[in-house]
């Protein structure tokens, strides 16, 4: 038993998406555009809670064995020369699932409990599909294999590994809360056209980054310069996460 729960901690570490920073940003953004009757249709679902703090759940639960089987939901694997379409997916993916996740939160006959269930996952893998690495190699769990040295802001360097890098060291050196963020990345990009677009284009645009993100290679030593250069993808996938997912549960949910 001990032993399954070591490998299940390292399983999490592994196949982790946007930290909890990042994935409450996305949901923050999102919950600062929802029409009315969209925010009262979710808060009934959710008991009051935020799209901010539902966004974490579906991470937090992955140390749960029972929701074992919904591991694959969080990302889906494309060759670097391939878009989503060019490759058959044979089992569930983040594509898959949020366009399974649309008609059950659109129709009448499903109950609360099942709702709120995909309502979570939604807001979550919505966040997910954003992160390019989540789009990333089967072979290297979308980079966890690749180990690097990183050296923030603050001078402290930590062991880590490429997909985490990404999903909340680069993040966590903002040293801002998901409200702070949220309202940076909103000045940021107020100008920004976002291109709704569907799951599909979703996937295909964070992979576009994702053979140049390759290119950093195992036993790299990083630092700001690497920040600096790669923060903006950062912030921009995270901002067209939020606006998307408002847009996407408007949608669902607005009159």
């Known amino acids: 038993?001990?032993?399954?729960?070591?490998?299940?901690?390292?399983?999490?570490?592994?196949?982790?998406?946007?930290?909890?920073?990042?994935?409450?940003?996305?949901?923050?953004?999102?919950?600062?555009?929802?029409?009315?009757?969209?925010?009262?249709?979710?808060?009934?679902?959710l008991d009051g809670q935020s799209l901010a703090v539902a966004s974490t759940w579906a991470d937090e639960m992955r140390s749960n064995p029972e929701f074992d089987k919904y591991s694959t939901w969080h990302y889906v694997n494309l060759p670097l020369d391939k878009e989503y379409d060019d490759v058959e997916h044979l089992g569930p993916n983040v594509v898959k699932m949020i366009n399974t996740a649309i008609p059950i939160l659109q129709s009448?006959?499903?109950?609360?409990?099942?709702?709120?269930?995909?309502?979570k996952y939604l807001v979550h893998m919505v966040g997910d599909i954003h992160q390019p690495l989540h789009t990333g190699r089967a072979e290297d769990y979308g980079g966890s294999k690749i180990k690097v040295k990183?050296?923030?802001?603050?001078?402290?360097?930590?062991?880590?590994n490429l997909h985490v890098l990404w999903d909340t060291d680069m993040i966590d050196d903002y040293k801002m809360s998901y409200t702070e963020y949220a309202t940076k990345l909103q000045n940021q990009f107020k100008d920004t056209v976002v291109e709704q677009g569907n799951a599909i284009k979703w996937a295909n645009e964070s992979h576009e980054y994702v053979s140049k993100i390759y290119e950093t290679k195992d036993g790299s030593y990083l630092s700001y310069d690497y920040v600096y250069e790669n923060l903006p993808i950062v912030d921009e996938r995270l901002y067209f996460a939020g606006i998307r997912?408002?847009?996407?549960?408007?949608?669902?949910?607005g009159e």
């Open 245 to 253: 997912l408002g847009n996407l549960l408007n949608n669902i949910f």
């Open 108 to 119: 009448p006959m499903a109950d609360k409990k099942t709702k709120q269930f995909w309502l």
């Open 1 to 45: 038993m001990v032993m399954r729960n070591i490998l299940l901690v390292i399983l999490v570490l592994l196949l982790s998406s946007w930290g909890k920073i990042g994935h409450r940003t996305v949901g923050e953004i999102a919950q600062r555009q929802l029409t009315f009757t969209a925010e009262q249709k979710i808060n009934e679902i």
């Open 150 to 160: 990183f050296k923030g802001r603050k001078g402290a360097e930590n062991n880590t």
